[in-house]
């Protein structure tokens, strides 16, 4: 099993979000990895726990797939 590292960027996490997934999210903050790290959902056109779950969708993909040389990636992941 891989050692996976938290998201690190100087991009904000919406521009992150829209690069790497062309999703545009009202959205600021970090990846949520601790309470002072939180994302922060400033609006949400469907409910605020439909876009929880594809902000965790979000980082596991980026975290499991997207950060990891190609043997070790992860595919058909799901929260």
Do not use: C
């Not at 545009?24 to 726990?49: F, H, N, Q, R, V």
């Not at 975290?63 to 990636?73: I, P, W, Y």
């Amino acid at each position: 099993m891989a050692d996976f590292k938290k998201i690190y960027s100087l991009e904000p996490i919406a521009e992150v979000i829209k690069s790497a997934f062309d999703m545009e999210l009202d959205i600021s903050g970090s990846w949520g990895y601790s309470p002072d790290e939180a994302i922060i959902i400033k609006s949400s056109p469907t409910a605020t726990s439909q876009l929880e779950h594809t902000l965790s969708s979000i980082r596991a993909h980026i975290e499991m797939n997207m950060t990891l040389s190609s043997k070790q990636r992860y595919g058909g992941i799901n929260i």
